[in-house]
């Protein structure tokens, strides 16, 4: 039956939603590549709150959705600045989803890692002393939950630092704490505008020489680093400047598969928004990509980078609503409801254009249930054949 999907300009165009899905299964564990999808918590859709509330998670939905990731051999990246951080999801509620999603790991022998930032400090100005205990009581928290840490950017610390050497000192402090090695998170403005001039300076020249310094001064602290600056010739120049046993995951929402495939000199490993509704097809493409068949990876992952560059558009930090949208229409969760009331973050028409692109590449495990779904969400805006 032929869908009505708005489009940006108020017209409607018909759409035939395909009927058969793709069909990827659960296989052996990856072997070429380190693949972690940043997952999105499921709401509580019956939870009396606010926007501005505490967020309240359904977790055996969200629980749920992790098993789905770790079944087809993805790592989960849990706690994660814009997929959960900042945007609904308090210091609190990151600890309890750290300390489940732990412990579920842990039974399903699942790869997790989490974030590790500095958002229960309050608006108001504050210490570097202050940055330094706030990542230290969340370092806290992921290692005796027995997952690997991710030192996500701080907005404390960009509003903090006097430059540079304030960097260098406070990483320098966390990272001879850490009980293992960390993933170090560069994320970019786009992301989120507070972390401008990161690194201390707006210069991303200067920024990488001192993102470098702190790693040649600690590296056998930091299995990698995750790199969010959709700037894929940046990336690999400092995917190039790595000292030797430190990866790289690629956080380029943009530009994934051709950094993952990478070049005679090297390849980016992975660590995703964008793996979160394509987990079981992207899963598909690495192990294709284990047999050593680049054209093969690139064949089944460069169709994807339509869909992901529309959920990442401008306002970028937005993308999840795109994610949690897609959960909902592929039978992950009931409804499309989300933190923060995030739900409303991505027009009628964004959404209508993320269904048809997930629908072209067959990530809906049952098509009828997502065509139903998506006809519900048109007639409750008003729109009709």
């Known amino acids: 039956m032929t869908l009505h999907l708005p489009d940006a300009h108020g017209a409607l165009r018909a759409y035939e939603p395909r009927t058969e899905p793709l069909a990827p299964t659960p296989g052996a564990p990856f072997t070429s590549r380190t693949v972690f999808s940043a997952a999105h918590v499921v709401a509580d859709p019956y939870a009396d709150v606010s926007p501005d509330s505490p967020a309240a998670v359904d977790w055996d939905a969200t629980l ?49 890692a989490c974030g590790v930032g500095t958002d229960q400090l309050p608006g108001t100005p ?32 960009a509003a903090t630092a006097r430059g540079p050497e304030d960097y260098l000192e406070t990483y320098g402090h966390l990272l001879r704490q850490a009980a293992a090695p960390v993933i170090l998170h560069w994320l970019g403005p786009m992301f989120d505008p507070a972390l401008e001039g990161y ?47 430190v ?87 009931a409804h499309f409801t989300m933190v923060g009331g995030l739900q409303s973050a991505r027009s009628l028409p964004h959404l209508a254009r993320a269904y048809e692109l997930a629908d072209r590449l067959g990530l809906f495990p049952d098509p009828k249930l997502a065509e139903d779904r998506m006809r519900t969400l048109l007639h409750l805006y008003g729109v009709t054949p």
């Open 64 to 112: 749920a959705f992790r098993r789905h990731l770790w079944t087809h051999g993805l790592g989960v990246a849990e706690a994660m600045d814009t997929a959960q951080r900042g945007m609904g999801l308090d210091w609190a509620g990151a600890a309890e989803l750290i300390r489940r999603s732990a412990a579920e790991a842990r039974a399903t022998g699942g790869r997790i």
């Open 126 to 157: 504050v210490t570097l002393a202050e940055v330094r205990a706030a990542y230290e009581e969340q370092l806290a928290v992921v290692e005796e939950s027995g997952a690997q840490a991710v030192l996500m950017a701080s907005r404390a610390l």
């Open 199 to 245: 690194w201390g300076s707006s210069d991303l020249d200067a920024a990488t020489d001192t993102f470098l310094d702190v790693i040649a001064a600690h590296p056998d602290k930091v299995d990698g680093i995750k790199v969010s600056l959709l700037d894929a010739r940046r990336e690999v120049a400092l995917r190039r400047r790595l000292p030797q046993g």
């Open 247 to 333: 990866r790289c995951y690629t956080g380029d929402d943009f530009h994934y598969p051709e950094l993952i495939a990478g070049d005679d000199q090297g390849f980016s490993h992975a660590l995703l928004g964008i793996f979160d509704p394509l987990g079981p097809l992207a899963a598909e493409a690495v192990r294709v990509l284990d047999t050593g068949n680049t054209d093969g990876f690139r064949a089944l992952l460069d169709p994807t980078v339509e869909l992901s560059r529309h959920l990442f558009q401008t306002p970028t930090r937005y993308y999840k609503t795109g994610v949690v949208f897609l959960a909902w229409l592929a039978g992950h969760q």
